[in-house]
């Protein structure tokens, strides 16, 4: 966290319903194109997750993560409009970076109004971290993750047999494959 972020932040936060950030394009950090609007939510829920943290952390000095802090129900409010996009990749994005803001406590009132969605939505998703978000999020609003545990688990178990079974397709495991 820099002197900087906090800001930089709140300028992304308002470009979000500029009609240029629809531009699609592929971007470093994930698969896939996706438009620039989904991007900075991307960043923004990056810098949700870093404010949750403590200068302990390694996260930076208490002066910039105070401010870092003390922008969460700004953003809250800007990000807020976008969890409903008809764009599921900006919806996710959005209910990720909510999802993260709502660790600030002036937030957690908007909780019950969220957690429907982060459990439908983010839990589900085909992105690992935002099925990460949604688990310990919901954890810690005292929900029920014990099923999404077990999903996630399930899920790295097919994906090993997948890897294995591509190494060598015709291995132990081959009819199992195949039906």
Aim: hydrophobic content about 50%.
């Amino acid at each position: 966290m820099f002197p900087a972020t906090a800001p930089a932040a709140l300028v992304l936060a308002w470009l979000l319903d500029d009609p240029r950030t629809l531009a699609e394009d592929r971007w470093e950090r994930r698969a896939g194109r996706r438009s620039l609007r989904a991007e900075l939510l991307n960043w923004l829920a990056s810098f949700a997750g870093i404010a949750r943290l403590d200068v302990e952390d390694g996260v930076g000095v208490a002066q910039d993560l105070a401010a870092a802090r003390s922008v969460r129900p700004i953003l809250h409010d800007r990000i807020a409009d976008f969890c409903d996009a008809d764009d599921p990749l900006v919806r996710e994005a959005a209910l990720a970076a909510t999802a993260l803001l709502l660790a600030d406590p002036a937030l957690t009132s908007s909780v019950p109004r969220y957690a429907p969605a982060v459990r439908e939505v983010l839990a589900v998703s085909a992105d690992s971290y935002y099925r990460w978000i949604a688990r310990e999020r919901l954890a810690s609003w005292g929900e029920d993750v014990t099923g999404l545990v077990t999903a996630e688990k399930e899920r790295r178990a097919a994906l090993d047999r997948a890897g294995g079974l591509a190494e060598d397709p015709f291995g132990e495991g081959q009819e199992q494959a195949i039906r």
